[in-house]
């Protein structure tokens, strides 16, 4: 099974807060997103097909046409292009509605919802020519009683959008469903995770051990999978304007290779390029070897100077800068989710900061050894790695 976060959204209006929720749940074999293709194929871009199926429930309206759904798909999917270089990116392949349902009979369980609508997808199991796959997506206004924004099989082909309603803000409607696919292509939620002591400073080692550490679901509000920090909920920006991936992110989806990637394997002083989808720009992470709970993983410098996001002048202070910078994150150990999920340390739960590491300022791993920003410009940032 999955895990539940919580998202909390401003109201078309801008006034009080509603909560909606988003759920990740295992995916079987049977309905997994098959994406790999032969090595010589990989520069080629990975075209998804959204099959919609709206499913009507007696006595409630659907706040939405036909038209607005594929205008949102064309939207998102243009925007997933432009996030990944190219490499992925969603079109609709069929749009097709279901009878209408009993409001009683129609369950919140994902799965349950696929295996009975699921014939109702288009294009399922034969995606059209120049598209690798078909993920089904349902569209219905069940909100009130399934308390979740959307769920997604994770790495899987199903996704269920509850209660989309148009009359929000339009980047709201397709941050949730970009999201919801990011789920699809085997995107875990980007989390914030920082120290339990409430006296923490970078002054004292990072700890690598999940009983000393707090975290928030959603933490990396510069990730489409993450979400504003503590006290950022209000941020229109923060949260659905200028979407984008964090490194763990693009490296995870393959736009990011190999020649992107410096593993540290020596003391030194090494440079980073500025985060970009862009292969060409050279190394945009550091890897540093490091075992947490017991199991092999990295710590991961990147660097996203602030200001290159346009999203950024929709911020007040502080998170206007918060989170640019160098940043430091802990890597997935390739545990199935939910169970290690990306890891984007704060100095504290009271301080909302995502880890960005200013010029000057060393902080002490876990593990042992140390990382020292020694400059930061606008398209490079060079770091002092000492190792135990």
């Not at 079987?28 to 080629?44: F, G, I, M, N």
């Not at 993920?135 to 009130?144: D, G, I, K, W």
């Not at 679901?217 to 979400?227: F, K, V």
């Not at 710590?299 to 918060?322: D, H, I, K, Q």
């Amino acid at each position: 099974m999955g895990v539940a976060g919580f998202l909390v959204v401003g109201s078309a209006g801008g006034a009080s807060a509603r909560e909606f929720r988003d759920e990740v749940l295992a995916t079987t074999p049977q309905e997994r997103l098959e994406l790999s293709a032969p090595v010589s194929a990989q520069s080629r871009p990975i075209r998804i097909g959204l099959s919609f199926v709206e499913i009507p429930v007696k006595g409630m309206r659907l706040r939405f046409s036909e038209g607005q759904i594929r205008a949102m798909a064309t939207r998102v999917g243009a925007r997933m292009a432009d996030r990944t270089q190219g490499r992925f990116t969603f079109g609709t392949v069929g749009y097709r509605r279901a009878p209408v349902a009993q409001p009683a009979s129609l369950s919140c369980n994902l799965d349950r919802i696929h295996a009975r609508y699921q014939r109702y997808a288009r294009r399922l199991d034969s995606p059209p020519p120049r598209y690798r796959a078909t993920v089904a997506v349902y569209l219905s206004p069940l909100r009130y009683r399934c308390r979740y924004a959307g769920v997604a099989l994770l790495g899987g082909r199903a996704v269920y959008l509850n209660g989309l309603d148009m009359r929000d803000p339009q980047r709201l409607q397709d941050w949730i469903t970009a999201h919801e696919l990011g789920h699809t292509l085997g995107l875990e939620h980007s989390a914030a995770f920082w120290p339990r002591a409430a006296d923490w400073t970078w002054q004292r080692p990072v700890p690598q051990h999940s009983s000393r550490q707090d975290w928030f679901d959603y933490g990396d509000y510069l990730d489409l999978m993450g979400q504003p920090p503590k006290d950022g909920f209000g941020l229109t920006g923060a949260r659905f304007a200028d979407w984008t991936f964090n490194s763990l992110s693009l490296f995870r989806l393959g736009v990011l290779g190999p020649r992107n990637l410096a593993r540290i394997t020596t003391s030194g002083t090494y440079t980073l390029g500025s985060l970009s989808p862009d292969p060409a720009g050279g190394t945009m992470a550091l890897a540093i070897p490091v075992l947490a709970d017991g199991r092999r993983t990295a710590w991961v410098l990147e660097y996203r100077p602030a200001g290159e996001n346009p999203a950024t002048m929709a911020y007040p202070e502080p998170f206007a800068t918060r989170g640019y910078g160098v940043r430091l994150m802990l890597a997935p150990k390739g545990l199935v989710y939910p169970q290690y999920m990306n890891r984007v340390f704060r100095q504290s739960d009271a301080d909302t900061s995502q880890a960005a590491l200013i010029p000057g300022q060393t902080v002490r791993l876990g593990g042992g050894g140390t990382v020292t920003v020694l400059a930061a410009a606008a398209g490079t940032a060079t770091v002092q790695v000492d190792l135990p």
